[in-house]
């Protein structure tokens, strides 16, 4: 079994970036995953960086249409660039236009859904925070890498009877060459790839975001009820979640898989 795909998601509910390899730092946390994200203006001041839970920011699950934006960031020119369609809505240095970045993401969400101002005005505007390797704004307080196999995602779409994307499931890594859900019988296990080891902690648990179709922002399918018939379990569950025991490392596309 071996390593196919690798992404990486700079902001937080946003699109990925493809990679043909990731960096693990020293805090355990890969370079540039789930780096900054949009917080709601009453969840806490712009250097407040204790974890919260996703509800306190812009997310797939209550503001579907944020898929459809494209995000480019360079990493080594802290340029951040996100477009709607064929239209650019942010083109910003992260560290000297936090404001106009802020207000280009606010102003489109609130054109997208014009009840959120009238329901939630404390929300408004977003703060857009992070941006240093040491934070993170993953949906859980301890990150994590997460995993899934190609076969799994096989196996679904022929129980659903129609074809989903693996990016509606973010996931970090995707591999092949196991039978479907074979990566659930690895929980409690060590997982090591180019000399980095893992411990698997658990089944990620699904909700409403992986209705969302990633490519134009619409909930085109109620795949969480339909996983729920599928599973018999509540949440449904979809891929798995690594956390790194060795830290500071490469993660290539091609790399093999040894679970220990």
């Known amino acids: 079994m071996r390593i196919t795909k690798l992404y990486k998601y700079p ?3 946003l699109t990925p970036s493809k990679s043909e390899l990731l960096t693990l730092n020293e805090n355990g946390y890969i370079e540039g995953d789930r780096l900054f994200g949009f917080r709601f203006k009453d969840a806490g001041s712009r250097d407040d960086f204790e974890w919260q839970r996703k509800t306190n920011f812009a ?3 209550h503001m579907p249409q944020i898929a459809r934006l494209n995000v480019e960031y360079d990493e080594k020119n802290r340029k951040l660039i996100i477009r709607d369609k ?5 083109n910003a240095n992260v560290d000297t236009q936090r404001n106009e970045i802020e207000e280009r993401f606010t102003e489109f969400v609130m054109n997208s859904d ?18 240093e390797n040491s934070h993170h704004f993953h949906d859980t307080p ?18 659903l009877g129609y074809e989903i994307d693996n990016t509606r499931f973010r996931s970090n890594i995707i591999i092949e060459g196991i039978n479907p859900w074979e990566e659930f019988n690895w929980v409690g296990k060590n997982i090591e790839i180019n000399g980095l ?3 698997v902690e658990k089944p990620v648990n699904r909700c409403l975001a992986i209705n969302c179709n990633p490519s134009n922002g619409i ?25 790194p025991l060795i830290s500071e490392g490469i993660i290539n596309v091609g790399n093999d898989l040894i679970i220990n």
């Open 114 to 131: 014009t009840d959120l101002i009238k329901n939630f005005p404390q929300r408004f505007p977003f703060i857009f925070i992070g941006g």
């Open 142 to 159: 301890n990150g994590g890498v997460t995993l899934h196999s190609q076969e799994s995602l096989d196996d679904l779409n022929n129980q």
């Open 219 to 243: 909930r085109d399918k109620n795949i969480l009820k339909s996983m729920l018939d599928i599973q018999d379990k509540k949440p449904p569950v979809f891929a798995i979640k690594l956390i």
């Open 86 to 90: 064929d239209s650019t809505i942010i």
């Open 11 to 13: 902001i937080k509910s």
């Open 59 to 61: 997310a797939l699950m």
């Open 197 to 199: 080891v893992f411990k």
